[in-house]
């Protein structure tokens, strides 16, 4: 292929395929993570089965049924997997100048620009906000600080399963530790606390540092005890929602796979084109 168009065609499709496999590595990389938020933490899967186990029937818990929008991740991370494949089997279809492998490239990356748009719908179209939060609060009012470990299994799974997400997460609540006060029938213990132990076994050091308080009964009581303004900014506990910082991550993570999505598909369309000149130029 000579001329001074069939080179810049052909360098220009060599680089835009360079770029789409560093934005395909980008968008595996940022999906990877966000499954690993959505669907393979253990703290916030061990919540919603539990949550699951003891809500009343009335409550919608299909939001807590994970699969939904795990289907769609997990379609996204194949494709942006395959979408790193075939972008290096462009720069190599157009170094080699190979009429064939030019045209399966073309075939392919149409194919892909379809699924590429329909994973990103299947990924993201889930309301996580309306049907989590919902059941998620009304385990809140069912939540037993003291259950009988006989008798109460169900409560008692709970508790431990609230503890350790608020732990582990450095949070209180569902948006915030006033979430506790609706825990009408906590039956807390002792009886002057207001929120569970796993929200204070971090303490916000002078220097904006996270302190484990988790050996310090003290310090655990006075934080149980504490009753903080949410505007109050020297804040002192960790007591921000652990939806809202499960929801955060999910939303960081979404902006980044959308940005890069964007740019491959854009990316791609142009490909098109210059792959099927080249189809017609090669001999």
Same mark, same amino acid.
């Given at each position: ?6 080179? &810049?065609?052909? =360098? ?23 499954? !690993? &938020?959505?669907? @393979? ?18 409550? @919608? ?12 991740? =997990? ?35 149409? &194919? ?17 906000? @309306? ?5 998620? =609060?009304?385990?809140?009012?069912? =939540? ?115 940005? !890069? ?23």
């Amino acid at each position: 292929m000579e001329g001074f168009l069939a080179n &810049i065609l052909k =360098y220009l499709l060599f680089f835009v395929n360079f770029v789409l496999f560093i934005a395909g590595c980008i968008v595996f990389g940022a999906t990877v993570f966000g499954a !690993a &938020i959505l669907v @393979d933490s253990p703290k916030f899967l061990e919540l919603f089965e539990k949550t699951k186990d003891v809500v009343s029937e009335d409550v @919608d818990t299909s939001g807590l049924e994970l699969n939904i929008y795990s289907t769609g991740g =997990y379609v996204f991370l194949a494709l942006s997997a395959f979408f790193v494949i075939v972008s290096f089997f462009g720069c190599c279809g157009a170094w080699k100048e190979s009429k064939c492998m030019l045209g399966t490239y073309f075939t392919f990356i149409l &194919i892909l620009f379809i699924a590429l748009i329909v994973g990103a719908v299947l990924a993201y179209k889930g309301n996580l906000k @309306d049907k989590i939060e919902k059941p998620l =609060y009304e385990s809140i009012s069912m =939540y037993n600080d003291n259950p009988d470990l006989t008798t109460e299994a169900k409560e008692q799974a709970l508790k431990q399963a609230w503890n350790t997400v608020q732990r582990d997460l450095k949070c209180c609540g569902v948006a915030n530790a006033t979430d506790w006060k609706n825990a009408t029938s906590a039956g807390w213990s002792p009886s002057s606390v207001n929120k569970p132990e796993g929200c204070c076994m971090w303490k916000i050091g002078v220097d904006g540092e996270a302190m484990d308080i988790s050996e310090d009964e003290t310090a655990i009581l006075n934080c149980r005890q504490m009753v903080q303004p949410l505007t109050d900014t020297n804040q002192v506990y960790y007591f921000d929602g652990c939806f809202s910082k499960f929801e955060d991550q999910v939303k960081k993570n979404k902006t980044v796979v959308m940005w !890069a999505t964007a740019v491959a598909a854009l990316l791609m369309v142009v490909t098109l084109l210059i792959a099927l000149a080249m189809c017609m130029m090669v001999e």
